[in-house]
């Protein structure tokens, strides 16, 4: 299912040229004026103390203090004909750059930027929770008397969450499975098949497994254990796709032909090799990682879903598929567990993941689930690109520059002129930007 289009929302334009050389405030200007953010939310995206320490308080234990990151805008984004301003949060320089970098390719057209960009689609947000019953000699009948209690299991699991339920979501099923343990003995295992709507869903899931365990013991006559959600979220999917042609993809030192060549060899690899599978996904997570901190939303969950999928097949393998097509255009695609939330978790209590949902203007956790997935795949497609051709350091390495003269003392403007010299050089280290910085003070 294709996340439907808001006719309501205004469409806004995502390519915002020379946006890189802004400085920040004028950066945070420009893109609130693009998606139309008020003047409280401009205030408090601008404000380096936007998490009050009273707030982060009632967050979590043994507060002392809050911790900043940086938040970047990549541009350039077009999701299924709409475009999408997108908050990313995250300390690793030039995923920022990548992302847009992608974004722009995926919606060229020739040479002009009105092509269709991503497109995404979604399962419905159905979240699991296991129920672990032990103390059983008869697993697969225990099974069958769980099967046949279906309907009172849905029904005690629903009634936990009436509101939930008046959203439209609410327990759909149940699926029970069957173990032999060594250890344990035999194990049946149910699965209650939660549609959690706009909700991330943990809590809301984890507390209808505990509400249905009684049940699920007279049922089965064995003794529950374990109640809690599994974060392999296979039945709450994401999906994007990207088709590039060759043009598009033509540098001055690379025909597009042979950069999507080189491409589809290095993603092969990572197919095949769980060492590269576990880099190759890495560079996807960092495109998802940072909107779903952005938005307040739990990365561990998302990261432990996203590795568990790659090695479903028993083989830990690329989350991403990259091919050619008759028309000899690059085609990646991405599916992948995203169970993200809009309400629940810290996405309502940390007031900056409330600012990042009002700029991307996400109407359900299963649009932000699909621009996630989205960002994801550009991230993938800029590793493979810089990796199949001149090598991930002279981009990467350029922006991390900024850091390596901030870590040898720059300061102010001094950290721009020696991360250039440092680029320019391709030598990037923090001994050689201190003798550059001496030297620049020394100029005076
Ligand atoms: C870094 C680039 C984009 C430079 O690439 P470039 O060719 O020097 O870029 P450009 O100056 O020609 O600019 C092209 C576009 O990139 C964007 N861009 C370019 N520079 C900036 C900037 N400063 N600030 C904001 N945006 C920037 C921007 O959109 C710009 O277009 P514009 O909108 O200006 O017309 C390129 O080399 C690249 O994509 N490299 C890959 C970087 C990457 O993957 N970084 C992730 C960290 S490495 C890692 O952790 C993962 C990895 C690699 O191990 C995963 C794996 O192995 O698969
Ligand atoms: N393994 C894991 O990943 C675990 C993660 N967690 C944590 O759980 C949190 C997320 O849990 P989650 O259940 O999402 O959070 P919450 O329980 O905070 O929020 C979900 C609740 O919000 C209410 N709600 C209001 N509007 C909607 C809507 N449109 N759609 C859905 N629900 C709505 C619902 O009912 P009502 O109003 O009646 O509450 C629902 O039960 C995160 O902080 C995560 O870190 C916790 C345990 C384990």
Known sequence: MQVEQRASRPAINSRLENYRNLAPAARLALMADAVGLDAADRALLADPAALAVDRANGMIENVIGTFQLPMGIATNFRINGRDYLIPMVVEEPSVVAAASYMARLARANGDGFDGVGFQTSSTAPIMRAQVQVLGITDPFGARLRILAARDRIVAAANARDAKLVSLGGGCRDIEVHVFSTSAAGPMVVMHLLVDVRDAMGANTVNTMAEAVAPLVEEASG??????????????????????????VLTTREVAGADMIAG????????????????THNKGIMNGIDPVVVATGNDWRAIEAGAHAYAARSGRYTSLTTWEMNGAGHLVGTL??????????????????????LKILGVETAQELAEITVAVGL??????????????IQRGHMALHARNIAI??????????????????????????????LDALRKRG
Request: proline fraction near 4%; charged fraction near 25%.
């Open 222 to 247: 064995g003794r529950v254990r374990l109640r809690i959600l599994s974060n392999l979220a296979d039945l709450r999917l994401s999906r994007a796709q990207v088709t590039v042609a060759p043009e």
């Open 263 to 278: 491409i589809l060899e290095a993603h092969e690899l990572a197919v095949i090799d769980p060492y590269r599978a576990a």
């Open 335 to 356: 599916e992948m567990p995203m169970a993200l939330g809009l309400v629940g978790g810290a996405t309502k209590t940390h007031p900056m993941a409330q600012a990042a």
């Open 378 to 391: 550009a991230q993938n497609m800029a590793a493979l690109r810089a990796l199949a051709t001149e090598g």
């Open 407 to 436: 870590v040898a003392g720059a300061t102010g403007d001094e950290i721009e002129a020696v991360a250039k010299t440092l680029a320019a050089a391709h030598d990037v280290r923090v001994d050689r930007a201190r003798e550059l």
